[in-house]
């Protein structure tokens, strides 16, 4: 896995009754921190609100009962659906907003009628509707030396390694093979997906795990089907909360996507981050506030961050100028051992408002698990690109940032989901945006 957190070093410490805070430039800032009974009544708040159980309930009802989530797909948008409900009931004014995605392709490779789990190319050609039933033909490397006359009408099952993945399926199409199934020269938990660069073809190609490539050489016959979905929509989920009697007020952003990628049924990455984001509209909903609180589930970010930027740029110039921060949360309740570490990643690696807020939130809940570092990959990124204070919680090793090794397959199911992380998450992102949303009391003397 391509994970690589870049280490910045800042690490929270509580210097003599102060908060020590890294500013951007470096230097250090000490924040007097407040008398002990004040910051107990004060974090206790949001903190003991904050109902682990209830959130697990909604990754549960999203990776179990509805399953993966997939861009385009009738569960996404079953999965909108269930989030809006779930929103209404916490007096949010909900909207939805679709838009359009690239076209798809999905892949069903199947031996005897069982289904061997495959990922079809980027630029490959889709099957017939009833997809290509053809005999195997064992085209070793995919060189041009590989192929004989019999490989002519076939289906080439090709070993992963030498040649790009474009030349082989360009080299089996040239001998006349009817398909290319590449399979994985290392062993892994999800598919290979090949990359032909750009470059379409005119016979399908997909790809599939080393052992059951391996398996496939001693069968004599596969049924090949790549489908294409065109015209599909996404959508994100909208819930917003004004304050009343402020014109224009500032805007906060508590956002995840509830997208997945195909097979995974997505516990952790995002049904975790998506269960925080209702959590904390439902306890906050009685909260008086002085700023616009903007609850938002993104469609589509497994396909490269789609929903985040449609909205980003359908933002007025007035809305982005009152746009204070973004809370993006990606991956919060992971129990794999190692993820000890609340990264706070923004995507320039600076101390930011979503930084410094969650900062003192961590200390004033007792929590010393926050480490701020640079990351992007989520939906965070249109945020900043767009000049708004914004930072995604994830949990990971520390020193490595490395994440669960189930991240992206089939077993990111709720067996694998941490109540402890979820609930430490959920405390410090909503202590963090409580303080900073809600309503001062005025004294009655000024
Ligand atoms: N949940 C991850 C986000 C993530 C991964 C954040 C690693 C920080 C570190 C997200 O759903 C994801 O998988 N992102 C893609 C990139 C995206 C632009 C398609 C990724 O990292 O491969
Ligand atoms: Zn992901």
Redesign the pocket.
């Known amino acids: 896995m391509k ?1 690589k957190m870049m280490i910045l070093g800042l690490a929270l410490s509580i210097i003599a009754g102060g908060v020590f805070i890294p500013s951007a430039d470096g230097m250090a800032n000490t924040v007097q921190a407040a008398p002990e009974t004040a910051i107990a009544k004060d974090a206790g708040k949001i903190g003991k609100k904050f109902n682990e159980n209830r959130a697990y309930q909604t990754i549960y009802h999203l990776s179990e009962t509805i399953g993966p989530r997939v861009t385009g797909t009738a569960e996404e948008k079953k999965s909108g659906q269930f989030i809006a409900k779930q929103m209404k009931k916490s007096k949010l004014k909900v909207s939805t907003q679709t838009f359009s995605i690239p076209d798809r392709l999905e892949g069903i490779l199947t031996v005897h009628g069982d289904e061997i789990s495959s990922r079809p190319a980027a630029g490959s050609a889709p099957t017939a509707e009833e997809g290509l039933t053809a005999p195997l033909y064992d085209a070793g490397l995919g060189l041009p030396g590989d192929f004989t006359k019999e490989a002519k009408g076939k289906i080439a099952v090709i070993l992963r390694g030498e040649l790009t993945f474009y030349e082989k399926a360009k080299n089996a199409a040239e001998a006349g093979a009817a398909g290319v199934i590449i399979y994985n020269h290392i062993d892994g938990l999800v598919p290979l997906t090949p990359n032909l660069g750009g470059n379409k073809t005119d016979i399908p190609v997909v790809g599939i795990k080393k052992d059951d490539g391996e398996k496939l050489l001693s069968e004599q016959e596969a049924t090949l089907k790549v489908k294409a979905f065109k015209n599909q929509t996404s959508q994100n989920v909208i819930g917003v909360r004004k304050p009343k009697g402020i014109k224009n007020p500032d805007i906060v952003y508590v956002t995840s ?1 509830y997208d997945s990628v195909p097979d995974a049924p997505g516990a952790n ?2 049904a975790s981050g998506t269960s925080v984001v209702l959590e904390l509209a439902r306890i906050m909903k009685n909260i008086p506030a002085d700023k616009e609180i903007r609850f938002i589930t993104f469609g589509a ?5 789609v929903g985040s930027r449609y909205y980003i740029s359908h933002l007025s110039e007035q809305e982005i100028k009152r746009s204070a921060a973004n809370f993006n949360l ?2 919060v309740a992971t129990n794999w051992e190692n993820a000890s570490q609340l990264y706070i ?1 923004t995507p320039d690696g600076s101390a930011n408002l979503v930084w410094q807020l969650s900062q003192t939130a961590a200390a004033k809940l007792g929590k010393d698990v926050l480490y701020l570092s640079q ?1 992007g ?2 939906d965070h990124v249109p945020f900043n690109e767009a000049g708004i204070d914004s930072a ?1 919680f ?1 949990w990971g090793e520390p020193g490595t940032g490395a ?1 669960e090794p189930w991240y ?1 397959t089939p077993f990111d199911t709720i067996e694998h989901i941490s109540k402890d992380r979820l609930k430490t998450a959920g405390q410090i992102a909503g202590t963090a945006i409580y303080d900073h949303i809600k309503k001062e009391k005025t004294s009655g003397l000024q």
């Not at 970010?301 to 961050?305: D, H, K, M």
Request: hydrophobic content about 25%; proline content about 0%.
């Open positions: 994970r996507h990455d995002n970010e497994e396909i490269g961050l990606d991956m990643n990351g990959s989520s995604n994830i994440l992206h």
